[in-house]
């Protein structure tokens, strides 16, 4: 899932100067997941702002809602009405629900209330972790599914390098390094005799150093509404 | 010969070899590398010329290398993975070679993170082993990375950079098991020498090497055992705490702050480490760290009978 964070209010004051009504609006998919842009967020969001607002003397008016993905064309076009009623929208999405939304509606600002951070799991509540880098070509069956690319602070591909120590990254005391669970993992499959080889240099045409990316299936692909 | 450099040479000829650091300076000052260059020249075969080491903006290693050659001292250029792309690498090593330079450390680089930008984006386009099959490649098979020839035109002559290849290995970082393996795969890589992280516990050492020996990567990649001169029990008492990939026995931090004279002590220290670890098997020379402390590398070398150089 996509993982994200709030950002702090005061910024988020900062971008909402000057606007007299403000639509903050959810999503109910990942960020929802880790507790950073629900329903229940856009409720606390909603009524912090307010506070604020009241306090500051500023008129500022909130209304509230959330969909199920703003990622989604189907869930965002019946705000239409809500969206124009509003001067702003404060999206509590990650940062793609922000431009589908922005991209929608095209006239009205979109503000990101959400930091989005990474792709991740849920290692327990409320500790959320990285694991995919998102580089568009699965290296996994030869790392014992640990990813080096995330897992790894410098996405060393023959790792590990000579910052690993008691299984701690050289960065950070608390930052498991990579290469020592792979190297792990490797010897429970009984596979370490693959971590010999040496893996030559990356193809990153496929990650975000080729360009921003696409995916067109023919198969499923529907023509264009005009 | 693979590069022609000096440290090929004596390496080659099977003499015990004996390099050093050379730190460029932060900041423009070619003066301060002509200083360091007259106090190491003879001394040792060849000095490291770091690159943005610990990732603190320097003089680049080539700017920094190509005085050193000028003062009569042959560099060992560093390059490390942190900063340069592919791209990058490759064309700053065209531009080294062509400046002169032969020898080259192929390193991954300390993270940004203990540097002066910690801001700054890393590359880690490739890594050190892949660094070094690269580089092999250019010289060995005079292609570049992307496979294409080293020529200007279709009619221009090949002109490959032939560097003398090293790499760094560090036997005290985790995971212990597959640090020879690790090694082995530099070798496999190009590594034609290794310098290995600074020794300070020898047991450790030994053991590595031992599981190095019986690889038989002795016979194909020459070692240089890696020893730091220290200053100080504080100095030794940090690093064992904040280095990381570093094991630093507790008896050294106590025999620095027992010495009445620590810097004497530190001295004594890095020749009894040179004269214990040239007797291992496999080792080939010494790379002594003397960190902004060149000055004391003259005594040192003298002092563990590593003079007149070959």
Same mark, same amino acid.
């Given at each position: ?16 100067? +000057? ?18 842009? +629900? ?6 969001? =909603? ?36 969206? %124009? ?34 792709? +991740? ?40 390098? =000579?910052?690993?120590?008691? +299984? ?41 150093? =080729? ?6 299936? %023919? ?8 | ?310």
């Amino acid at each position: 899932m996509i993982m994200g964070e709030r950002k702090p209010l005061s910024e988020i004051k900062e971008m909402l100067e +000057g606007y007299k009504k403000v639509l903050v609006l959810g999503c109910r998919t990942c960020v929802a997941v880790c507790m950073a842009g +629900g329903d229940k967020e856009v409720e606390l969001l =909603g009524s912090l702002l307010r506070i604020a607002s009241q306090k500051d003397g500023a008129e500022l008016e909130i209304v509230e809602d959330a969909v199920e993905r703003q990622c989604d064309i189907e869930y965002i076009e019946p705000l239409k009405e809500k969206v %124009e009623e509003c001067d702003v929208v404060l999206s509590m999405a990650c940062g793609c629900g922000v431009q589908f939304m922005a991209e929608l509606y095209a006239n009205k600002p979109v503000l990101p209330a959400i930091n989005t951070n990474f792709i +991740g799991v849920t290692e327990s509540v409320g500790v959320w972790t990285e694991r995919c880098a998102q580089c568009g070509n699965c290296v996994l069956h030869l790392t014992g599914g640990i990813c080096p690319i995330a897992r790894c602070s410098k996405s060393l591909l023959n790792g590990p390098c =000579g910052g690993s120590q008691n +299984g701690k990254c050289e960065i950070d005391p608390e930052v498991d390094c990579g290469w020592q669970l792979i190297y792990d993992r490797m010897a429970t499959l009984g596979q370490l005799d693959k971590l010999a080889e040496v893996i030559p240099p990356k193809d990153w045409t496929t990650s975000r150093d =080729g360009g921003p990316r696409k995916i067109v299936r %023919e198969d499923v692909k529907e023509d264009v509404k005009t | 010969m693979k590069a022609g450099s000096n440290l090929e040479r004596i390496l080659s000829e099977g003499k015990f070899a004996a390099t050093a650091e050379l730190g460029p300076p932060k900041s423009a000052d070619a003066e301060l590398i002509k200083k360091k260059a007259e106090l190491l020249k003879g001394k040792v075969d060849a000095v490291n010329i770091t690159d943005n080491q610990t990732a603190i903006v320097r003089m680049s290693s080539i700017g920094a290398a190509k005085l050193t050659l000028e003062n009569g001292l042959e560099p060992i250029m560093q390059m490390v993975c942190r900063d340069r792309n592919r791209i990058a690498i490759q064309s700053d090593v065209l531009g080294a070679y062509a400046l002169g330079i032969k020898n080259m450390l192929c390193l991954t680089g300390d993270h940004q993170k203990f540097g002066n930008h910690p801001a700054a984006r890393n590359v880690f386009d490739i890594d050190s082993i892949q660094l070094l099959s690269m580089m092999k490649g250019m010289r060995d098979d005079k292609v570049f990375q992307c496979g294409e020839e080293i020529r200007n035109s279709k009619k221009a002559p090949v002109v490959e950079p032939k560097m003398f290849l090293g790499a760094a290995e560090n036997p005290f970082a985790q995971p212990f098991e597959f640090r020879a393996v690790r090694l082995a795969k530099k070798v496999n890589a190009g590594a034609d020498f290794i310098q290995t992280q600074c020794i300070f516990d020898v047991p450790r050492f030994k053991e590595w090497m031992k599981e190095v020996v019986d690889l038989g990567l002795h016979e194909k990649v020459h070692i240089l055992a890696g020893v730091m001169p220290v200053k100080s029990a504080g100095q030794v008492k940090y690093m064992k705490n904040n280095v990381a990939g570093m094991l630093i026995p507790d008896s050294l931090v106590d025999r620095m702050k027992g010495a009445d004279d620590p810097k004497e002590e530190g001295v004594n220290f890095v020749v009894e480490l040179i004269n214990e670890v040239r007797e291992i098997e496999g080792i080939r020379g010494v790379h002594i760290m003397a960190v902004e402390w060149e000055e004391m590398v003259p005594t040192i070398v003298e002092r563990a009978g590593l003079l007149p150089r070959p």
